[in-house]
């Protein structure tokens, strides 16, 4: 009874305040329906980001690896993975992210002089020898073709100056791209106590590696002419990746073979511009496999640009603002993997923020996303930001304009 004697006698004023309330409550929790966040369960880092699954994963070829994985490189997605995550011993595909260091940290024109310690390291060898000088470069295309051990030794002491501390650049970077589960102990492979890695984290970090052309350039050599600082020798190094030869479009990148990691591969191929990199660990036929894997990348998907960085993909409306209608751009590229057959299962969507449009807006702030739906999952998206500030513009300003 009470509170119904106070509504009773309320002011006529404040009933017209609480009007106005539930309209703007009601208002937004509409806008809700429509708002999907920005933020997802996970960090990604525009530049890189992370590897994303595309729908029915699990069906492909059939593969005897203890672990194995495709992705096509360009869009990132994965098109086939068995148990990608397992952590398992890389033997000697630990050279790509040796590689990756060396060409972020080191100088390719740098003279190396040869340690004891290097000339020592057993396992695949260069036949280094204590005291010789060789180039960074030379080096670096022995351990990436030849799988040099002692050339990743000489190489580390050179750009950190020690094996050790070398390692520790490798694991910072390998967090860094996106390859949390992955844990170097030395730079070869060599099997070592902790020294592990995944197929999800070795496509991660050799999808990385591509972006470097020199790494690109020597992964998919058939053999290099090492030559010693002044002449002394020289040996041609030749790839120990059967693929270059056998496969259509083959252009790396690593082997890796040790008693404990069985025989691995790291394979990549491109054709009309889609790129694909196959992952097999402790494979019985780490050719045939890798070939297979490869081979139903390009027979089954096609490639598609969603949008371009420096296209907008769409013009919103802002109320009150200044301008009134502002461009809304991706942060990247989106480029999609779609089977070929189901093109009409794909679709685009448009999800904007409309909480984040309300004036003043921030250029380069998140203000919704592009969506790529496969089976009615969203598999990919990306950011949309306006590029220019959109001020509020009050209701003054505008009666004075018109004036």
């Not at 119904?4 to 309330?21: A, S, T």
């Amino acid at each position: 009874m009470r509170i119904i004697c106070v509504l009773h006698n309320m002011k006529p004023w404040r009933w017209i305040w609480i009007g106005l309330g539930l309209i703007v409550a009601i208002t937004c929790f509409k806008g809700l329906e429509k708002i999907l966040p920005v933020e997802s369960d996970y960090q990604r880092v525009n530049k890189y980001p992370s590897l994303v699954y595309l729908p029915d994963y699990t069906t492909g070829p059939k593969i005897y690896a203890s672990a194995a994985i495709l992705v096509e490189a360009v869009s990132g997605m994965i098109l086939y993975a068995k148990n990608e995550h397992q952590q398992r011993a890389p033997a000697s595909t630990t050279k790509i992210m040796t590689a990756i260091v060396c060409l972020e940290k080191g100088k390719l024109d740098d003279i190396v002089i040869i340690s004891p310690k290097a000339a020592g390291t057993g396992g695949s060898s260069l036949w280094l020898k204590a005291g010789e000088m060789i180039s960074f470069h030379e080096l670096l295309e022995g351990v990436l073709l030849r799988s040099g051990n002692d050339g990743c030794v000489a190489l580390a002491e050179h750009v950190a100056g020690s094996e050790q501390g070398f390692v520790r650049l490798m694991n910072r970077k390998a967090k860094e791209i996106g390859a949390l589960n992955s844990n170097f102990r030395n730079t070869h492979g060599l099997t070592t106590p902790n020294h592990y890695t995944t197929a999800f984290d070795l496509a991660q970090i050799t999808r990385y590696g591509f972006a470097h052309p020199e790494f690109s350039r020597i992964v998919g050599a058939k053999e290099e002419a090492i030559e010693w600082y002044l002449g002394e020798k020289s040996r041609i190094a030749r790839n120990t990746n059967r693929l270059l030869w056998s496969f259509a479009g083959a252009d790396g990148v690593k082997t890796g073979t040790t008693s404990r990691a069985g025989y691995c591969l790291v394979a990549s191929a491109t054709r009309d511009g889609r790129k694909f990199i196959a992952v097999v660990l402790n494979s019985p036929d780490r050719w045939g496999e890798s070939a297979r894997l490869l081979e139903y990348g390009f027979s089954n998907f096609s490639l598609k640009l969603l949008c371009k960085a420096d296209t907008p993909v769409t013009e919103v409306k802002i109320r009150q603002g200044a301008p009134s209608v502002v461009s809304l751009y991706p942060r990247r590229d989106l480029m999609v993997v779609i089977p070929k057959g189901k093109e009409g299962e794909a679709q685009k969507k448009v999800i904007l923020d409309y909480g984040a449009l309300i004036p003043p807006v921030k250029a380069g702030a998140s203000v919704g996303k592009i969506s790529f739906y496969y089976q009615g999952q969203e598999v990919e998206w990306v950011e949309l930001f306006p590029m220019e500030r959109v001020q509020r513009e009050y209701w003054w300003n505008r009666f004075f304009r018109r004036k």
